[in-house]
Nanobody, 126 residues
Framework: QVQLVESGGGLVQAGGSLRLSCEAS????????MGWFRQAPGKEREFVAT????????NYADSVKGRFTISRDNVKNTVYLQMNSLKPEDTAVYYC???????????????????WGQGTQVTVSS
């Protein structure tokens, strides 16, 4: 079992930046692949980015490639999402998720990720 708590959301103008954090507690953080997903109003939750347990492999949705960076600190039990060049269409609740090995970062189906945080709101104004 792992508990996830997101922070860092807020209101930002288009073109601005935010950094989201997700702190994990419970069992060994470094055993888990981690991911960020988001859900905009009236839309289904979607994949944003994932990172392997070691941090050596990352995977991004096409819509955020080149703008968002996922990283992790296995000493601090924290995964980050650096979001640059934000657009109004990035407005959503952002969720942190975790799944143990042997799952991979390439499996981005929601049902493959058993652990979820409560979400943090990101609003990008035009």
């Amino acid at each position: 079992q792992v508990q996830l708590v997101e922070s860092g959301g807020g209101l930002v103008q288009a073109g601005g930046s935010l950094r989201l954090s997700c702190e994990a507690s419970g069992r060994t953080f470094s055993s888990y692949n981690m991911g960020w997903f988001r859900q905009a109003p009236g839309k289904e939750r979607e994949f944003v980015a994932t990172i392997s347990w070691s941090g050596g492999t990352t995977n991004y949705a096409d819509s955020v490639k080149g703008r968002f960076t996922i990283s992790r600190d296995n000493v601090k039990n924290t995964v980050y999402l650096q979001m640059n060049s934000l657009k109004p269409e990035d407005t959503a609740v952002y969720y942190c998720a975790a799944k143990g090995r042997p799952g991979t970062v390439w499996d981005t189906m929601l049902g493959s990720w058993p652990y979820w945080g409560q979400g943090t709101q990101v609003t990008v104004s035009s």
